[in-house]
């Protein structure tokens, strides 16, 4: 994916967490990571909802056969082949910089030569942004914009994100077998990367 010469990319980073809760015990941070294709995926994802019945409910409010049902329609089509990413802590309680450090590492997985990213941050309040921002510039990520998602504002690919996250949290805890099979079998295909 490198643009010609002297033109710079954009790239959307949809980007949200699972596990503050566990007070460090495990931290997901999961980034969607899209270009120009961004639209075809949103709706891709919006449809994947819909069929699903999963709708626009989180992943923890979601009935488990309706997230499972999604995340299947989600791995089936290699539409996001490489564009999900995710990194797992434990011992972490600093989380905004782990969060920072996940879209970082997220971002550079596979950045083209030129590019500048716009971030959506799931629940990110707006007094955090410039931290974001400069944090993320020390890290060597482009950023053109860091934005914070409202409750009321989000949209599918920042479902998705949050879908994503739950569901490599529930992967790897070991208790849903159907979660941890389609969690390595998305690993191996590279619908699902580990960053």
């Not at 566990?22 to 709706?43: A, C, H, I, P, Q």
């Not at 089936?76 to 434990?90: P, Q």
């Not at 599918?156 to 739950?166: C, V």
């Amino acid at each position: 994916m490198i643009s010609p010469v002297g033109i710079k990319q954009k790239l959307y980073c949809y980007v949200d967490e699972s596990g503050q809760d566990t007070k460090g015990d495990v931290f997901v941070v999961s980034v969607v990571v899209t270009g120009k294709e961004r639209d075809e995926l949103l709706s891709f994802c919006e449809k994947s909802e819909q069929e699903s019945r999963k709708h626009k409910d989180k992943w923890g409010k979601a009935n488990r056969k309706r997230r499972l049902d999604y995340i299947g329609l989600i791995f089936a089509k290699n539409v996001f082949k490489n564009k999900l990413r995710f990194s797992i802590y434990k011992g972490q309680v600093n989380y905004d910089m782990t969060t920072i450090v996940g879209i970082a590492k997220a971002v550079h997985y596979r950045e083209p030569k030129k590019y500048s990213t716009i971030i959506y941050v799931d629940g990110l309040r707006k007094s955090k942004r410039k931290e974001y921002g400069s944090e993320l510039r020390k890290l060597g990520v482009h950023t053109r914009k860091v934005q914070g998602v409202n409750k009321d504002e989000n949209n599918a690919l920042i479902r998705l994100a949050d879908s994503m996250a739950g569901f490599v949290r529930d992967a790897i805890g070991g208790k849903d077998k159907e979660a941890f099979k389609m969690f390595k079998n998305a690993l191996k295909s590279e619908s699902l990367v580990e960053v």
